[in-house]
């Protein structure tokens, strides 16, 4: 399959760019590079050489979505200082009082000295299917022509030389740097980065020329602003996109053993399913696998619900009780299963075997609840486990057979295991509150199946919830960033 890959290879190690937060962006937008590809080919002379056909390549690039990104590994700086002339610096003749100094914190890159191979390069590509590659091609081609005429990524002292290719699927692996996926879901607090759309061409142009006739003899227009774009959140390609969650907690008095975790699960998956009979709701493979988890003889798990009991942790003296749930859709789910369960469960009873009221799931209320969920859904590269971990087989008492295992479950909970960097299991809780795997009750058809707490350093930061083992969608193998 073919791709439209637009490189750009900056003169200077440092990138000063900040995204829509006034926050230093990397990598950088791929409407970053739209604009830049807009400026170069019409910067000075080339003015002259606008052509409608350019605007067709370019009003096509604006429907391509969202490319993907490889870009080197960069790290961000201390910062520092430098002085620019200053606005009225016509209305005073000393220099030292004509300047004003400006902060910058750039990200520099990591990445080796010799940049023979491309290593210091950023790549854009844009997917274009083999059946639309007939019409295609010249927008293509004449944007890889463009691409030629880029002067600078990020601020004007970014200078950058750009150029075009398209590329294979083979050709794709060759490509030095660290890969960034677009994923289109959004969660709160995921970094998001611009992506040009439909009317994005246009609208530059409006800007541009509100920006040249700002002044009229007396007059002053304010100058437009370009508010004609996407916003998708980039993720490393390994990475896992962000699980969806409802979550819920308990009335004030209410708190369950953390050893009963799996029977919270079981009451809040009953609650659901009972929800989910009376609803129009429409689930993936249906309420009876997504809601229930009923697979019968599936080779491979279904996408479901995973529902997450939640023992409170966070410091010293933590009493490690169960007093909020999450329900958690499977990574990268659009939300939309996660609204329907916190819409339809709040203020819903949960109830034991025998129909007696346990508790009543309410929306979140404690000032301390947000600090607890907190450390069950943020982002970080160190895990371990609160609940302890039932492995998918046998490990005859045997530590390396029981890492093997470990590595099995991650993959079954659809976790890389190449993303691993170190690996941790002792029957001994790291956290304060967590209790011994022989005290966790679990259903009958996990009892014969060797427990283990887990600790993982993941080379890249991990999204949570996160949940591995033969128990992970009810309350076992529950995972907490320890940093």
């Known amino acids: 399959m073919p791709h439209l890959c637009v490189s750009i290879a900056p003169l200077d190690p440092l990138f000063h760019g900040k995204g829509d937060d ?13 604009q830049s590809l807009l400026a170069g080919c019409r910067a000075g002379c080339r003015q002259r050489t606008w052509s ?4 067709d390549a370019f ?15 960069a790290c961000l700086t201390n910062g520092y200082t430098f002085f620019v002339p200053n606005n ?27 940049d023979s191979d491309g290593a210091n390069r950023i790549h854009y590509l844009w997917r274009i299917g083999e059946d639309e590659w007939s019409t295609a091609r010249i927008h293509a081609e004449t944007l890889c022509n463009e691409a030629r005429q880029i002067l600078a990524l990020g601020w004007g002292i970014d200078q950058a030389i750009g150029f075009g290719r398209i590329l294979n699927d083979g050709e794709l692996a060759s490509l030095k740097g660290k890969a960034w996926q677009p994923w289109q879901g959004l969660r709160q607090g995921q970094r998001t980065l611009r992506v040009p759309t439909r009317g994005s061409l246009n609208q530059l142009e409006q800007v541009h020329q509100s920006f040249l006739n700002r002044v009229s003899e007396t007059e002053f227009r304010p100058v437009l602003r370009l508010n004609l774009f996407d916003t998708v959140t980039y993720l490393s390609a390994k990475s896992l996109p962000p699980r969806a969650y409802a979550a819920f907690e308990f009335h004030d008095g209410i708190a369950f053993r953390q050893s009963a975790a799996n029977e919270v699960a079981a009451m809040v998956r009953s609650l659901a399913c009972e929800c989910a009979k009376k609803d129009t709701h429409v689930f993936p493979g249906g309420s009876e696998s997504f809601v229930a988890g009923h697979v019968k ?4 798990t279904p996408p479901r619900f995973s529902y997450l009991p939640l023992p409170t942790i966070g410091h010293r003296h933590v009493d490690g009780m169960i007093r909020r749930v999450l329900i958690t859709e499977p ?22 075997n025998e129909g007696k009221e346990r508790a009543v799931l309410v929306g979140v209320w404690r000032a301390s609840s947000r600090g607890v969920i907190d450390r069950y859904v943020s982002e970080s590269t160190e895990w371990a486990s609160v609940t302890p971990v039932v492995l998918p087989g046998f490990d005859d008492r045997d530590y390396d057979k029981a890492v093997k295992l470990c590595l099995q479950s991650l993959h079954q909970a659809e976790i890389p295991v190449e993303s691993v960097k170190a690996l941790l299991l002792r029957k001994a809780p790291f956290w304060p509150g967590a209790l011994h795997p022989s005290q966790y009750r679990r259903p009958h058809y996990l ?18 919830p996160l949940a591995i083992g033969a128990g992970r969608h009810c309350g076992l193998g529950i995972m907490a960033a320890t940093i």
């Open 331 to 352: 990574f990268g789910g659009d939300g939309s299963h996660a609204r329907w369960v916190q819409d339809r469960l709040r203020n819903a009873s949960l109830k034991d």
């Open 59 to 73: 009003r096509w690039l604006e429907e391509r979505g969202a490319p993907c990104i490889v870009a080197p590994e």
């Open 88 to 114: 009225d610096s016509d209305k005073v003749s000393d220099r030292q009082e004509r300047l004003t100094s400006k902060q910058a914190h750039p990200y520099m890159f990591i990445s080796p000295d010799d």
């Open 447 to 464: 009892k014969h199946l060797p427990a283990w707490h887990v600790r993982l350093v993941f080379r890249e930061t991990m999204s949570g």
């Open 22 to 34: 006034d926050e230093p962006e990397w990598p950088p937008s791929p409407m970053r590079v739209f």
């Open 297 to 300: 003889e599936a080779k491979t």
């Open 52 to 55: 409608e056909q350019k605007a």
